[in-house]
């Protein structure tokens, strides 16, 4: 479902990203774990293409991500969801006005996109909270409606960029397992990003463990919690 071959990003002589080769199949959760300033989200940024990569290439669905431009770049970038840390809301717009964002921007009608949002808010467990403000929400319920926001155009992937750090532990585990239930429930392929190995252990099938750059270990997650 993603494939990255020899992805290297280079700010001046700084190497943040160092030939990453991963090939992440549909269907998996896929962590990267590393430390403040290893590179995670200079990966995800360029696997979204907020970042142009230095060279390597990103396949998305069959789609190479680095090659595209313009409206090809745009439509390709709805194949791919992305939730946040900091949750990434408009404060002046309800949960079902952030979640129908997406959507408007597709040029849906109202009414599918009322009914799309009603779906969505459904999935994520939040039935009722749709007129609710940002501010009127706590953190989990808002990462709830980011990751509506996120499924919205009905992506094939979802970039997790420290999705659970502003969590509690008890919301992070309720978000998890939202995470969990998508990956199951609609076979949604997630690349997550964290520096806390609890949740790459709770739901990853896979992880890569990255500092400056570049990769030092990888492998199945049952295969590394067996190490002493
Ligand atoms: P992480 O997400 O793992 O904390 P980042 O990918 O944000 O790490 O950053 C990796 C390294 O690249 C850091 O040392 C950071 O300072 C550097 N870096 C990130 N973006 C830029 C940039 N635009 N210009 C220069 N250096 C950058
Ligand atoms: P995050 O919270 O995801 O780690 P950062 O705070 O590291 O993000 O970076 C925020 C923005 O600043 C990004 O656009 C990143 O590319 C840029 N940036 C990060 N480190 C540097 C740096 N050393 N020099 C210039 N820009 C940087």
């Not at 590393?34 to 940024?45: D, E, M, P, V």
């Not at 770049?73 to 809301?89: E, P, T, V």
């Not at 009608?109 to 939040?126: D, G, M, N, Q, T």
Request: charged letters at 20%.
């Amino acid at each position: 479902m993603i494939t990255i071959r020899d992805l290297r990003k280079v700010y001046g002589s700084f190497v943040a990203l160092d030939t990453f080769n991963e090939e992440i199949n549909a269907g998996e959760i896929f962590g990267v774990i590393g430390q403040s300033g290893a590179g995670k989200s200079t990966l995800i940024r360029c696997i979204n293409r907020l970042e142009t990569p230095t060279s390597g290439r990103v396949i998305v669905a069959g789609q190479d991500i680095t090659a595209l431009s313009g409206s090809d770049l745009r439509r390709a970038r709805q194949q791919m969801g992305m939730i946040f840390q900091h949750f990434n809301l408009l404060s002046s717009r309800t949960a079902a006005e952030n979640i129908a964002m997406p959507l408007e921007v597709m040029g849906y009608s109202r009414l599918r996109i009322k009914a799309r949002v009603a779906e969505l808010l459904s999935l994520v467990e939040l039935e009722g909270k749709g007129d609710s403000y940002p501010a009127q929400l706590s953190g989990g319920q808002k990462q709830r409606v980011g990751i509506a926001r996120a499924l919205a155009a009905d992506p094939k992937v979802l970039l997790s960029d420290e999705a659970t750090s502003a969590l509690d532990p008890q919301t992070t585990q309720s978000i998890l397992s939202l995470l969990k239930k998508l990956n199951q429930q609609i076979g949604l392929t997630i690349l997550l990003i964290t520096h806390d190995m609890g949740v790459v252990k709770r739901i990853c099938d896979r992880v890569a463990i990255l500092e400056q750059g570049k990769v030092i270990e990888r492998g199945r997650v049952v295969d590394l919690a067996a190490q002493p």
